[in-house]
């Protein structure tokens, strides 16, 4: 149900933006939260940043100040725009969109910060 877009290749301190759709219409989508989570190598996965319905953004201690999540409601698009990238930054990014009655997650998107 939903796409995510945005992964590459990129050196450390460079920039990535990273992009979650839906596939079709979301019912309630006004009222979902929305965030992304990655998985880095043998690790589990954990919550980087969430936007919630009224528009408070929370983020891991780890990502403070160097990551912003957005969002487009004319398109319904969510970002990950990710500054000052690390090599510990390097993982599978997931989209999730969830609310009380649904659960959505995008198919995640390779990010790997190296020299």
């Known amino acids: 149900q939903l796409q995510a877009s945005g992964g590459g290749l990129v050196q450390p301190g460079g920039s990535l933006r990273l992009s979650c759709a839906s596939a079709?219409?979301?019912?309630?989508?006004?009222?979902?939260?929305m965030g992304w989570y990655r998985q880095a190598p043998e690790k589990q996965r954990e919550l980087v940043a969430n936007?919630?319905?009224?528009?408070?953004?929370n983020y891991a201690d780890s990502v403070k100040g160097r990551f912003t999540i957005s969002r487009d409601n004319a398109d319904n698009t969510v970002y990950l725009q990710m500054n000052s990238l690390k090599p510990e930054d390097t993982a599978v990014y997931y989209c999730?969109?969830?609310?009380?009655?649904?659960?959505?997650w995008g198919q995640g998107t390779l990010v790997t910060v190296s020299s």
């Open positions: 999730r969109w969830w609310s009380p009655w649904n659960d959505y």
């Open positions: 079709g219409s979301i019912f309630g989508i006004i009222n979902m939260y």
């Open positions: 936007l919630t319905h009224v528009g408070t953004r």
